[in-house]
Nanobody
Framework: QVQLVESGGGLVQTGGSLRLSCAASGRAFSSATMAWFRQAPGKEREFVARISWSGLSTYYADSVKGRFTISKNNANNTVNLQMNSLKPEDTAVYYC????????WGQGTQVTVSS
């Protein structure tokens, strides 16, 4: 069984930065593709970023490319999302996801960017 716990969300002003972390339990982490999704109020959940099991390959939504960086540490079972130059439209609940034949989602962490 896999459990994912996100942390690092909060309130930040436009142009600020936040670093989200996701701690994973379970042996599946080191061989798993990890991703971040987000859901803003009244909107559908959307993809943000993805990283391969090795950490060597990353992919970003156009809306965050150049501002967000995803990283993975297989030694301590964590995946991080460094978010810079934040905008009000980045306000959402951010979810950590372990992708595979069975996908697992964390509970989410709130990110609020004030204008």
């Amino acid at each position: 069984q896999v459990q994912l716990v996100e942390s690092g969300g909060g309130l930040v002003q436009t142009g600020g930065s936040l670093r989200l972390s996701c701690a994973a339990s379970g042996r599946a982490f080191s061989s798993a593709t990890m991703a971040w999704f987000r859901q803003a109020p009244g909107k559908e959940r959307e993809f943000v970023a993805r990283i391969s099991w090795s950490g060597l390959s990353t992919y970003y939504a156009d809306s965050v490319k150049g501002r967000f960086t995803i990283s993975k540490n297989n030694a301590n079972n964590t995946v991080n999302l460094q978010m810079n130059s934040l905008k009000p439209e980045d306000t959402a609940v951010y979810y950590c996801v372990l992708q595979g034949p069975n996908s697992y989602w964390g509970q989410g962490t709130q990110v609020t960017v004030s204008s």
